[in-house]
């Protein structure tokens, strides 16, 4: 049984800092791209970073130059590191992993999520 487990919100201040936790288990996590991604009230889920099964890395625009995203295989876990955090990106984070290739920026390319961690950024 495949789960994904994001720990790592909070309440956090403009221009702070965070770092989420995603915890994978039921399958080879080296072998999955883990993607990120969040979702403020009443919008769409929104792509924000990826770390691909090769290493490689892709982030949304908006993120770039102060989020990081990384992984460790051998404690089958990914992060997001989020500095310079603003209040408009208050939202709920969450983690997902795929299997093959592509960038892994689409909500559609992944099979499996996790269950959300809020993050709120106060003004």
């Known amino acids: 049984q495949v789960q994904l487990v994001e720990s790592g919100g909070g309440l956090v201040q403009a221009g702070g800092s965070l770092r989420l936790s995603c915890a994978a288990s039921?399958?080879?996590?080296?072998?999955?791209?883990m993607g990120w991604f969040r979702q403020a009230p009443g919008k769409e889920r929104e792509f924000v970073a990826v770390?691909?099964?090769?290493?490689?890395?892709t982030y949304s625009d908006s993120v770039k130059g102060r989020f990081t995203v990384s992984r460790d295989n051998t404690k089958n876990t990914g992060y997001l590191q989020m500095n310079s955090l603003k209040p408009e990106e208050t939202a709920v984070y969450y983690c997902?992993?795929?299997?093959?290739?592509?960038?892994?920026?689409?909500?559609?390319?992944?099979?499996?999520w996790g269950q959300g961690t809020q993050v709120t950024v106060s003004s």
């Open positions: 997902a992993d795929k299997a093959g290739n592509g960038v892994g920026a689409r909500v559609g390319e992944y099979d499996e």
């Open positions: 039921g399958r080879t996590f080296s072998a999955y791209t």
């Open positions: 770390v691909r099964w090769d290493g490689g890395r």
